[in-house]
Each structure stands twice: as C-alpha cells, then as structure tokens.
C-alpha cells in the first residue's frame, strides 16, 4: 500500500496523506503495522477454518456426509455420528431462547420505556453482572446447587405429566437434575444480558417523536409499544435474538456440567443429553485417531454454524440500524 | 420523556377505557417481573459462592499446592492454579491489547469508511461471536499438535478470545475524539502516525484502558479454550509459561465441580470465589479509570 492509498480517502483529518505525497518512512510503517493488526483478525479467521478442518479429515473422511448425521456415537464400537449432539445443541438453544427473550425483552423496554433514566443505569449494571460471573462457575452452582433443586420439581412434573399424551413425552418421565432443561435455564441466564443490551440500543433509536405522537392520539404506553417501538425495531430485536442463539449454541463449560453426558435423541427434556461443544471439552482429552479428529470436526460444524449466525445476525442488525437512522 | 407524555395524558379530560388501562398495568408488571426472573438466580448463585468459598480461603488456600481430590477441605489450595491464571492472562494481555489497539487505529484513522476498513469492522464483530472453545481448537490445532502445552499456547487462545473485543471498544473510544484534535495538530505539521500516537491516542486512553480491563476479566474467567492448550491436571505450580502443561482457577474449578469428594468441591467453590473476585474487582477498577480519565463519553 503506497502514501497515496485509497486507504487515506476519508477527509475527516486524514488529509496529511493527501498533502504530502512524500511521507516520512516512519509515519508509513506505522500505517502498515496498524494495516496488519486489523489484517490479523482475517487472518486468524482464515486459519481457524484451515488447521481444524485440517484436523478432522480423516473423521470426515472415514464418516462420510451420511455417517456424520447418523446417531450412534460410540468410541468403542469406532463409530462416530454426530446427530444426538446437533440435537441437543439445537434443543438446549431453543430453550433457552424460549426463556430468555421475553425476559430480556421486557427488561430493556422496562429501561427504555419505563424507568427514569436515573434508575436505569443500577438495573443495567445488575443485568451486566450475569455476565461477568464466569461459564465455570455457572456450571459449578449448576451441577452442585441448581440441579439437585431442580431434580424433585422435575419428577413431580414428571409424575404429573406421565401419560398425558404430548405433555408426558415432553416433561414425563425419565427425569433426572442434570437434563436439556437444565442446561436450556442456564443458559437462558447466560445470554440474557446480551440480548437486554442489543434490544435495549435498538429501542433508544425509535424516534421520541414517533412515541410522542401515539400518546398524544391517546394510546397508553402498553399500545404505544405495539404500534411505534416494537414495528420500529422488530429487525434489530431479531439480530440480538440470532446473536444470543450464537452464543448459546456455542457455549462449552456450564453446559457441559449440567447437561448430564449422555448421546441419546430424546422428546423427554428432562432426560440427560449432550452438545457439541460439551462432548469435545468432555472427551477430547481421552480421545485418539478418528475420534479426536471426530471431536475436532463437531469444532469445525459449531464453527460454521456460528459464523452463518452471527454473519445472519450482524446483517440485520446494520441494516435495521440504517433504516432506523434514515427514518 | 414517558414520565412527561404521561402526566400530559393525566391532564386529558379522557381516561383511556378500563380494560386498556388494565392490560397497560399487566404489561408494567410484567416487565418489573422480568428484572425480578434475573435478580433472583443473579443473588442465588453470587450468595453460594461467597457462603461457599469464603470458609475457605485463607492465603494458605491461595498458595499452597493443588491436593489429591479425595482429601478434606483443609488439605492444599490452588496456588499453582493462581499462578497459571496470572501467568497466562498476563501473556495474553501483552499480546491482545497492543495488537488490538492498533487494529482500531487502522478502522479509524486510516480506513475510515473504505470497504477495507468495514470489512475487517464486520469480520471482527463476526469473531466475538466465535464460540470460546474453537479457539481453543484452533491453537491446539495450529500450536499444541506442533508444540506441545504450554502456558503461552493458553495466553494464545485467549489472546484471540480478546483481540476483537479490544478492537471493538477502542475504535468506539477512538470515534468520540473530536476532530478539532486532530485538526490541531495537523495544523502544527505533524505527521499522520504522530498526531495518533500523542494527541489521539492519550485523549481516548481512559476509555481504551477501560475496555481492555473488561476484556481481560472476560477472558480470565475462560475454560474452554484452556482445557486444549494448558491441558491443566498438574498438582505443583508451573512457573515456565513457555513450556510444559500448566493449570489456571477456572480449569480448576471445572475439574473439581465434577468430583464427589466434599473437600474437592469445597475448594472448587474457594476457587470460584477467587475468581469471581477477580472479575470483579479489574470491572471495578475499569469502571473508576472510565469515571476518572475518560475526557469523552458517549
């Protein structure tokens, strides 16, 4: 990239590479070294997608496309597919999406619509807070506080449930502590911030004028939402939504803990199941040959998977956010 | 504003009708119900932790040795994870931030609104939402296949974990400086790269310094990544961050939540404890560096 690069365009200040077409070597390299450091974050993608895949051919390979979505995952027996994991993946995610998005909903229009901004700031800073308590530790009150309360609250469901004809194939028997639904609820906790504080920006670029307007036709606050915020900012919402479900899908550790270990397809969501991300940081030490190169590619499917979403996800929000700032 | 609109529409001779009134009212109550939902598990878990783990810690527990599972709460400590955990976020933290800042210094200064510029903007917020574990895959793949475990294939993983977050909240900071700055400087004939480095970069560092703290506590709180780059499992500490497996609280405390023994969650939760502390304490400071030093805020 020379002095004159297109780089330097923007006149915001920028102009000194306009003016002197001879710029000293120093203030190049600077550029160029800043250049690679923005560069590196392609390059480390890049090398993401290269070195696991690397990894994992011979899973690949030996499992075929119909091996892979088979569903008997079984190192001893050498056989390798992975569809009780994208299952539990899939069933945990929704979970806790089903859970965690009207409450952040409803948290970030409490904050945008209700509360006066002087008490705002103390209810972002608790909401905050579930974030900064790390994945680990979530999984450790999870599996040794959380589950065994929840293990008598299951069964009396379950007993509740068993025989009713849809119901009991979804909440009767078998129960146990650690289950999909264990892991959807604390993952429910764990993504909730994210999507309060996404929807939260989102509804503060609704126009005040535009709300103003459906109070002054005399709509109460709870019409005013339905018909300007929520049409308003309905993109946005969904990126943050799709945001979350990334982050749910990709977490490891408090999953793995709670989730209870086991590679069965079940409609029972208070039975033991398994995530992708929870096999390969369970059994990735003790793994050798196709098996860890199996483990690496259930790596390389959350990989892709995440970045659809969050590509998906971060498309959305631009373009709601450029909509928003034209209207 | 809604406080406003609503006095207003108190003045109105018209209520609205009963039952919109009603469903207004359920909708409040729902909303305040929906901070509740989180505040409960919110206290739950932080008030475990520190009934848990506050029996336990002593700074004995800090640094003594890591001992076998089986025995009582009294025996050992997690020294060696302590160490690894400075070990290693260090490391990752000379790596992440310089790198960072500087990649917000590209997106800012001198990408400006090119399509390279939004690009590797678009791609960096596209790789915060790179799940923990693929870095972890990823440097063992690329560093521990080749190299074996080691302290610095940890600060690797978590360095990646950190370098869009950082590249994120330093561009935010360096968006805010006024381009009156930077016209002034100009005007004086400095150059590109020094009016960045002494008028740019000082007037947005509180915010930087900030965002970067965040980051790190992100980071420290880390497992995933580090279960395929440190492999963790050793009981005495490893000072050599550059060779050899190495072992860090939140391995640690994954290792002993899946143990039956008393004494090996009882330090788990000392552990937890720790490192929750740790957290908390690099969000407060961040906070206190925003409050004190950052001259523009959003």
New interface residues.
């Given amino acids: 990239m020379t002095a004159t690069a297109p780089a330097d365009q923007p006149t915001r200040a920028g102009s000194a590479g306009v003016l002197s077409a001879k710029r000293p070597l120093g203030d190049r390299t600077f550029q160029i070294v800043a250049l690679a450091a923005g560069l590196l974050v392609l390059v480390i993608l890049v090398l993401i997608a290269a070195t696991t895949t690397d990894q994992s051919t011979s899973w690949f390979a030996k499992e075929g496309i119909t091996g892979i979505f088979s569903k008997t995952w079984n190192p001893t027996a050498n056989q390798f597919g992975a569809l009780s994991f994208l299952f539990g993946t899939a069933v945990t995610a929704i979970i806790a999406l089903i859970l965690a998005v009207p409450v952040s909903l409803g948290i970030a229009l409490l904050l945008t619509e209700v509360v006066p901004r002087r008490w705002a700031r103390p209810v972002v800073y608790v909401v905050d807070l579930l974030a900064v308590v790390p994945s680990v530790v979530w999984g450790l009150w999870g599996i040794l506080v959380f589950a065994p309360w929840l293990q008598g609250i299951y069964s009396s469901i379950g007993n509740f449930f068993n025989g009713v004809p849809v119901l009991g194939n979804l909440f009767g028997p078998p129960t146990d502590g650690a289950s999909f639904f264990t892991a959807g609820i604390i993952l429910a906790f764990m993504i909730t911030p994210i999507v309060t504080s996404l929807s939260r920006e989102v509804i503060a670029t609704v126009p005040t004028m535009d709300r103003e307007g459906a109070y002054a036709l005399g709509a109460t606050r709870l019409e005013m939402i339905r018909g300007v915020v929520l049409p308003h900012s309905q993109g946005g919402i969904v990126g943050a939504v799709l945001l979350g479900l990334g982050r749910a899908v990709g977490e490891t550790i408090a999953v793995a803990l709670v989730i209870g270990s086991s590679a069965t397809i079940t409609s029972h969501l208070f039975a033991p199941g398994y995530t992708m991300p929870a096999v390969i940081a369970n059994q990735f030490g003790e793994a050798t040959g196709v098996w860890k190169a199996g483990l690496m590619g259930l790596g390389v499917l959350l990989f892709v998977f995440t970045i659809i979403i969050n590509v998906v996800a971060r498309g959305v929000v631009e373009r709601s956010a450029r909509r928003g700032r034209g209207a | 504003?809604?406080?406003d609109?609503?006095q207003?529409?108190k003045a109105?001779l018209?209520e609205?009708a009963g039952w919109?009134?009603a469903?207004?009212r359920i909708?409040?109550i729902?909303?305040?119900?929906?901070?509740v939902?989180?505040?409960i598990?919110?206290g739950?878990?932080?008030v475990?932790?520190v009934a848990k783990g506050a029996s336990i810690i002593s700074w004995s527990f800090l640094t003594s040795s890591i001992p076998p599972a089986v025995l009582p709460a009294n025996f050992g400590g997690i020294g060696p994870a302590v160490l690894g955990t400075i070990e290693i976020v260090a490391l990752a933290t000379v790596m992440a931030v310089p790198?960072?800042i500087?990649?917000a210094?590209?997106?800012n200064?001198?990408?400006?609104?090119?399509l390279?510029?939004r690009?590797?903007g678009?791609?960096?917020?596209?790789?915060?939402?790179?799940?923990?574990?693929?870095?972890g895959?990823?440097i063992?793949?690329?560093w521990v296949?080749h190299f074996g475990y080691s302290g610095l294939a940890g600060a690797f993983a978590l360095g990646?974990l950190m370098?869009?977050v950082v590249?994120r909240s330093s561009y935010e900071m360096l968006r805010l400086v006024p381009?009156t700055l930077?016209?002034g400087a100009?005007a004086l004939g400095a150059?590109?790269?020094?009016?960045?480095?002494t008028v740019v970069l000082p007037a947005a560092l509180g915010g930087i310094v900030s965002g970067s703290l965040l980051a790190v506590?992100r980071a420290?709180?880390?497992?995933?990544p580090l279960?395929?780059t440190i492999?963790g499992g050793l009981l005495s500490a490893n000072t050599n961050p550059f060779s050899g497996a190495n072992t860090a609280l939140?391995l640690q405390?994954?290792s002993?939540?899946?143990q039956p023994y008393t004494g090996a969650?009882a330090r788990?939760?000392g552990a937890?404890l720790t490192?929750?502390a740790i957290?908390?304490i690099l969000?407060i400071v961040a906070r206190i560096v925003t409050a004190r030093f950052s001259r523009y805020s959003r």
């Fill in positions: 504003m809604a406080a609109t609503g207003q529409r109105d018209r609205p919109r009134r469903k207004n909708a409040t729902l909303m305040v119900l929906s901070f939902v989180v505040i598990p919110l739950f878990v932080l475990t932790v790198l960072g500087l990649g210094i590209y997106l200064e001198y990408g400006g609104n090119g390279l510029a690009f590797i678009f791609l960096s917020d596209v790789m915060t939402g790179v799940p923990s574990i693929i870095m895959l990823f063992y793949s690329l296949v990646c370098l869009p590249i381009n930077r016209e100009y150059t590109k790269a020094r009016v960045t480095m506590a420290a709180g880390e497992t995933a279960i395929f492999l939140p405390i994954f002993n939540a899946s969650q788990g939760w937890a490192l929750i957290a908390f969000m």
